[in-house]
């Protein structure tokens, strides 16, 4: 199992909210900038397929007999 693997949605998302905090605050170098926005490109796009995987379980977990999904449960918000 790689490292990336290994790492969970939540660690991943926080260390790229702490990139975005560092950028933000404007006090690094270009050159400190430019390596945290390529970081944060990479956790980006971990975080995305992470989500996809995630749907795409949801999905055969909530597969209807007859080929149906309910979908509606991904579009609700809690208490709705």
């Known amino acids: 199992m790689s490292m990336e693997e290994k790492t969970s949605f939540e660690t991943t998302l926080g260390r790229l909210q702490q990139i975005v905090e560092a950028l933000e605050a404007g ?8 390596e945290l ?3 944060g490109v990479k956790l980006s796009r ?3 397929q992470m989500l996809e995987t995630a749907k795409k379980r949801v999905l055969t977990l909530t597969r209807k007999s007859g080929g149906e999904f309910r979908l509606e449960m ?3 918000e809690p208490g709705d």
């Open 46 to 48: 971990q975080c995305t």
């Open 27 to 34: 006090e690094l170098t270009l050159d400190q900038s430019l």
């Open 37 to 39: 926005f390529e970081e």
């Open 74 to 76: 991904l579009d609700k």
